[in-house]
């Protein structure tokens, strides 16, 4: 049976519970990577998720005496950094008022291709990411972390449950909103195209 | 437009391409200073300093009750009991006094 935290880990906290801070550093270095991983997803400018990583780590720091061991640090991590996303984004959902007629290029040739035959519009190009991009920018907070992480990262409800802190019933509900919010935006990118 | 479509294609794009993961230049270093002087949080100790105040506090306020009963003026303890004592023997007092 896998140990529920890995030794490495526990090692560490107890080491800066204990009142060695400098210990602090091993996990800043191994798990990183993957806060950086999660907080580009909802920020766009570099200096942004610089902001939004340092702010996890100072937090888990903090509250680094309520970590009860009894799941990977790992997780308890992810959750942290995902409800500082989801304070991030709600702190700057004022920014997000921006209108689809400011489409480049590439961005207008993908879309006409994906009008005239979807089958034969890439679905790796650019133009394509950098249009969802655009529309995750448009919803709301509550319903981009959830399209980003039900749909982008395909996570099941209970997951999206833990790492929120939402009920399950609360999920499903603005699940239901934000794709009905999603498609809202794509008619009015289709209308804004073809009017 | 195909909007189903247009959906499915959108959000394949967004999977397509997980996020970068690279951490920029020594950011522990950077995170590290940022805890010099940080201490994490005892909820225990947090839980005992409530308890401590509000001890203080209770403490207190049997102080200023015991105050207010040693300095504070008190009615007559027992005029209550003689003016129902005279209301009722009122009638037999004045029979007596004739």
Not at chain 1, 22 to 41: H, M, N, W
Not at chain 1, 47 to 60: A, G, N, P, T, Y
Not at chain 1, 149 to 165: F, H, K, N, Q, Y
Request: neutral net charge; glycine residues 4%; aromatic residues 8%.
């Amino acid at each position: 049976m896998e140990p529920p935290i890995e030794p490495g880990d526990a090692e560490v906290i107890t080491a800066v519970l204990k009142g060695n801070p400098a210990g602090f550093e091993i996990l800043v270095r191994k798990y990183s990577p993957r806060v950086f991983a999660t907080a580009r997803r909802y920020a766009r400018r570099e200096s942004e998720v610089e902001d939004i990583v340092q702010e996890v780590w100072l937090k888990s720091f903090q509250k680094l005496g309520t970590f009860r061991g009894d799941a990977p640090f790992e997780h308890w991590l992810m959750r942290l950094a995902v409800r500082t996303c989801y304070d991030f984004l709600r702190a700057h959902q004022r920014n997000r008022e921006t209108t689809f007629t400011e489409l480049s290029d590439p961005e207008d040739d993908w879309l006409e291709r994906v009008a005239a035959n979807p089958a034969e519009a890439p679905d790796n190009a650019d133009a394509a990411r950098q249009l969802i991009e655009r529309i995750l920018e448009q919803l709301s907070p509550a319903a981009r972390m959830v399209i980003t992480l039900l749909e982008i990262e395909e996570r099941s409800v209970r997951e999206i449950a833990e790492l929120t802190g939402w009920s399950v019933p609360l999920v499903k509900v603005r699940a239901f909103r934000a794709r009905a919010e999603m498609k809202k935006q794509l008619a009015k990118l289709a209308k804004n195209k073809y009017l | 437009m195909n909007l189903t479509e247009l959906h499915r294609k959108l959000i394949a794009a967004a999977r397509a391409t997980p996020p970068n993961d690279q951490v920029p230049y020594a950011f522990e270093k950077r995170i590290m200073a940022c805890l010099e002087g940080v201490k994490p949080l005892d909820p225990m100790g947090l839980w005992s300093r409530a308890l401590g105040f509000s001890a203080i506090f209770c403490v207190a306020v049997m102080v200023v009750m015991a105050v207010g009963v040693r300095w504070l003026p008190t009615p007559v303890p027992d005029s209550l009991s003689q003016d129902v004592e005279q209301t009722l023997f009122a009638a037999v007092d004045n029979n007596v006094d004739q």
